[in-house]
């Protein structure tokens, strides 16, 4: 299959960035021969991937559920087809009908330019698996792009955010290597603000001893997020909670889950589990991130090396059941305006989370307005999984990725956009501004934390 035109690629790391993700790249000469054989492991390895490539019959049914096939109309982004780069070199070497008849049956040779297709249209990707809900026969194409990223990182070819944003959090436990020092700053300066919008004091505890509560937000929340921030503590506060947030592992994300699983996601799940054992917690809380919720929940169990489990929530969740047991006093008119809210593609497709999102907010806010459609049918921000390239291809594709998700939010009439998970709020930032949307933007604590009455 020749490249389409104008395929544009995330920047690649360097030998520099690899080496710092403890990463020796495959020579080029022998990416090939190592594919085949990381190929070959995923398919014995994996049976959800082994689904995905014998049984799809290109009904053609994702193709307009994907909002990258929508904004950019590129036939390799139609999920089926975006699958098929891969499928074709499985049909071609792990079937007999591929080594027989060859390209008669649509198998090809892997070649280096089908690797750089790889390498474009996998993180292109945004893995929101929206195509897996509509799919007649469940096949999550997101297991295809995930296996063929993993392939990726094995060979060295891993996008430069990526690799520094991973070798940030292994060096420095978050996003921004943001240091201790720094941290505690930010928290103070937060608190001084929440002091002057609130006529009293909230202190962010940092580091406390036998604290009840670890709390993880998301390192993003101390330089492009604040109000979110803010709302956990003023949530914690109110509810009297004995709480911590910790200086070595500030981060509710975890973009190992996104390109490197073995080492940088399973390094970052134990240091989690090593700092509650540090401080003491009997329960841990999470901040607002879609993909670092989903990776938490769905692997501590398996991936942490510790004697013992510690319980562990999502704040929103957490925040829902006050509600539901009316131990939260909440004014909506201290949210006035009208309120759409984003389902964040890992909350509703993988978490279980869209019901506590919905008793919160219309808890919250004085008129909340649904998108359509919503919870698990929802469309992606554009950003997910870690896509957020500023280079100025990328940018472009980031900005069609979310012409559809601009359309849900302007036929609401919204004035605030609620948007529960970082990733998406660091996409939203410039596509509110690209698509003239004229919203304000909030996280979902950051509004209850507005809501709640004081006595």
């Avoid at 929101?128 to 296996?147: K, L, Y």
């Avoid at 540090?278 to 929940?297: D, P």
């Avoid at 759409?340 to 279980?352: E, F, I, Q, S, W």
Wanted: glycine letters at 8%.
């Amino acid at each position: 299959m020749p490249l389409y035109k104008g395929m544009a690629q995330p920047v690649k790391a360097t030998a520099e960035d690899l080496k710092k993700l403890r990463l020796i790249p495959v020579p080029e000469e022998k990416r090939v021969e190592e594919a085949l054989k990381m190929l070959d492991n995923a398919r014995k390895k994996f049976r959800s991937f082994v689904l995905a490539m014998e049984s799809c019959v290109k009904c053609g049914a994702c193709a307009e559920a994907c909002h990258a096939y929508r904004g950019t109309r590129d036939p390799n982004n139609i999920p089926t087809n975006r699958a098929e780069l891969i499928r074709k070199i499985y049909r071609r070497y792990f079937t007999v009908e591929g080594r027989l008849f060859g390209k008669l049956v649509g198998a090809e040779d892997l070649t280096p330019d089908v690797i750089e297709q790889w390498f474009a249209y996998f993180y292109q990707c945004t893995e929101c698996r929206r195509c897996g809900v509509v799919c007649p026969f469940g096949i999550d194409t997101c297991e295809v792009t995930m296996a063929g990223r993993r392939i990726l990182h094995q060979l060295g070819m891993v996008p430069k955010l990526h690799a520094t944003t991973g070798a940030a959090m292994l060096k420095s436990g978050n996003h921004m290597a943001l240091t201790p020092a720094g941290i505690v700053d930010t928290l103070e300066f937060l608190s001084d603000e929440i002091e002057e919008e609130n006529g009293f004091r909230i202190d962010f505890p940092v580091d406390k001893p036998d604290s009840d509560i670890l709390y993880i937000p998301s390192s993003a929340d101390f330089m492009l997020n604040p109000e979110t921030l803010k709302g956990a503590a003023r949530f914690f506060h109110y509810i009297g909670a004995n709480w911590t947030i910790t200086t070595r592992m500030t981060e509710a994300g975890n973009f190992g889950y996104l390109f490197d699983q073995a080492l940088v996601q399973k390094e970052l799940v134990n240091r989690l589990f090593q700092e509650a054992v540090r401080l003491g917690a009997k329960k841990i809380i999470w901040g607002e991130c879609g993909h670092g919720w989903r990776a938490i929940k769905m692997y501590y169990n398996t991936m942490a090396d510790l004697p013992h489990r510690i319980p562990i929530t999502h704040i929103l969740d957490e925040a829902a059941e006050y509600v539901k047991r009316g131990l939260l006093k909440l004014d909506k008119d201290k949210n006035p305006e009208p309120t759409t809210l984003h389902d964040p593609c890992n909350y509703v497709r993988a978490c279980g989370l869209s019901e506590n999102m919905r008793v919160l907010i219309k808890a919250s806010c004085a008129d909340f307005r649904e998108m359509e459609p919503n919870r698990e049918k929802n469309f992606c921000c554009g950003g997910g999984s870690g896509i957020l390239f500023d280079d100025p291809d990328m940018y472009e594709l980031r900005i069609k990725f979310s012409v559809k998700k601009a359309e849900q939010i302007r036929a609401t009439g919204a004035k605030v956009l609620c948007a529960p998970c970082s990733i998406c709020k660091a996409q939203f930032h410039p596509m509110i501004e690209e698509h003239h949307l004229g919203v304000e933007l909030y996280g979902l604590i950051d509004l209850v934390g507005r809501a709640l009455v004081w006595d």
